[in-house]
C-alpha cells in the first residue's frame, strides 16, 4: 500500500469515527501522516474534556492501528 492510499484509508476511517465525537459535541480533523504516525486535532467539547485522552486511545487510535496498514501511532495536535 503506498502512502497516498494510506492517506485515503486513514480520512475514511477518521469520517466513520466523527459521528460519534460529533454527537458529544467534538470534532476531529485529519493533519497529516508521517513515519508511521496519524496526527489529528480534537476540537469543540472535546477540548479540556476529560475524557480526551480515552477517546484518543481507546476510539481513535485503536480504530486506525486495526483498519489501516502502515499506521502505528496516532498523536494529537493542539
Known amino acids: 500500500m503506498n502512502y497516498e492510499d494510506i492517506i485515503v484509508e486513514i480520512k475514511e476511517v477518521i469520517e466513520l469515527i466523527r459521528p460519534y465525537i460529533n454527537r458529544d459535541g467534538g470534532d476531529l480533523e485529519f493533519v497529516k501522516f508521517e513515519d508511521g504516525i496519524v496526527y489529528v486535532r ?3 467539547a472535546c477540548v479540556g ?3 480526551m485522552d480515552s477517546t484518543m486511545n481507546d476510539l481513535i487510535e485503536d480504530t486506525l492501528l486495526e483498519r489501516v ?3 502505528i501511532g496516532v498523536e494529537h495536535i493542539a
Do not use: D, M, Q, Y
Open 42 to 44: 480534537l476540537s469543540g
Open 69 to 71: 496498514p502502515g499506521v
Open 49 to 51: 474534556c476529560a475524557a
